[in-house]
């Protein structure tokens, strides 16, 4: 008889990983309250621990830390709880100080406190430079050794501006990093993200940085849902070189956050961000992008869109009928009057 070996390998490993699962799920459904653990709802030792959590770190590794430095009684607590409690996926990576002897509960909601994260950096989608270096006077550090370490910053090639580079996410460093070393990290994650989304490779015929700066006006001016029409709407317009119009570059201009209305008088600023004024795209990117606007930046969706207005909340339209626009912004301006963007 002739033997399969691809296929007796193929039934071989399949009964072993459902038997691995078998015991995995046996262990689970054991829950957390057949492993040793201490008591709930007492107050715990005042002494706080560092637990590390590593970026993709397993919930075992997390439940092992756990357990060698005395916050839970044991390691199967912890991770019993961590499987059955979906909410064990969003413990952000960091160096977190939790209290010593606790239940494997309540170690789960200190991890996922985030203010017990130290020297936690948060940059959000959109983030502007100025924005960014307050979230580091936050995080312990002066203004000078900011400053100084933004203005002297290596920007990589092929890129011109620090704006647009520094990847939105939250940081952990240790104490006493300094800001140009965690300047470095976010840098060369913002690199990463950057080829990950295609910039590098892209057949667009714009080089990374314009890219960069596509996906910033992206981010700030539409949400998740609509990113790949905005992106075409702004790809349509510079194709026939029609001045893009965007009014979050003159909020970047004026460093204001949450205005929807633009007034005539800011349309005329002077500057090169001034997408009223000047025709093409600013010089550098207008805030920081997330991984959606940028995968949306060389990706864009199909269609003949040159105009798009925020009718209402949730309610952005597309077209390429400059009337249809006017009659979509008469719209606008009644639910403004009305106070529907306030609900």
Same mark, same amino acid.
């Given at each position: ?25 046996? %262990? ?8 040793? /653990? ?24 997390? +439940? @092992?830390? %756990? ?46 406190? =985030?203010?017990?994260?130290?020297? !936690? ?17 936050? +995080? ?21 501006? !620090? ?10 460093? +240790? ?31 714009? $080089?990374?940085?314009? %890219? ?55 349309? @005329?600023? *002077?500057?090169?961000? =001034? ?5 093409? %795209? ?5 805030? =920081?992008?997330?991984?959606? +606007?940028? !995968? ?23 077209? /390429?009928?400059?009337?249809?626009? *006017? ?8 639910? !403004?009057? $009305? ?5």
């Amino acid at each position: 008889m002739t033997v399969d070996r691809a296929a007796l390998t193929r039934v071989t490993a399949a009964l072993i990983t459902s038997a691995i699962f078998i015991g995995a799920l046996s %262990l689970i459904k054991r829950g957390p309250e057949a492993a040793a /653990d201490f008591p709930c709802a007492i107050d715990s030792q005042a002494k706080q621990i560092s637990i590390d959590v590593a970026r993709g770190e397993s919930g075992s590794d997390i +439940a @092992l830390e %756990l357990f060698e430095k005395g916050v839970t009684q044991s390691q199967a607590a912890f991770f019993r709880l961590a499987v059955a409690d979906p909410r064990s996926a969003s413990i952000a990576p960091g160096v977190h100080l939790i209290d010593a002897r606790l239940c494997a509960r309540d170690a789960l909601t200190q991890l996922l406190d =985030n203010k017990r994260i130290a020297g !936690l950096i948060v940059i959000k989608e959109g983030a502007w430079l100025s924005e960014i270096k307050k979230s580091f006077e936050n +995080a312990g550090y002066t203004r000078k050794e900011i400053d100084r370490a933004f203005s002297g910053a290596e920007i990589p090639s092929p890129y011109t501006s !620090l704006e647009g580079l520094l990847f939105p996410a939250q940081y952990s460093f +240790a104490k006493g990093t300094p800001v140009e070393d965690a300047l470095a990290a976010m840098i060369a994650r913002g690199l990463r993200e950057t080829k990950s989304a295609g910039f590098d490779t892209s057949k667009s015929g714009f $080089d990374p940085q314009e %890219l960069l700066t596509i996906a910033s006006i992206i981010q700030a001016e539409g949400t998740d849902d609509v990113f790949g029409q905005v992106s075409r709407v702004i790809f349509n317009r510079l194709k026939i070189s029609m001045p893009l119009q965007m009014d979050s570059t003159v909020h970047y201009i004026e460093e204001k956050r949450g205005d929807i209305f633009l007034s005539t008088q800011s349309t @005329l600023v *002077n500057s090169p961000f =001034n997408t009223y004024r000047r025709a093409g %795209l600013p010089p550098s990117p207008i805030g =920081n992008p997330g991984r959606n +606007a940028m !995968l949306a930046t060389v990706s864009p969706s199909e269609g003949t869109w040159l105009y798009f207005i925020t009718v209402a909340p949730r309610d952005t339209r597309f077209t /390429d009928s400059f009337e249809q626009f *006017n009659r979509w912004k008469l719209l606008y301006k009644a639910n !403004l009057r $009305d106070g529907k963007f306030e609900e």
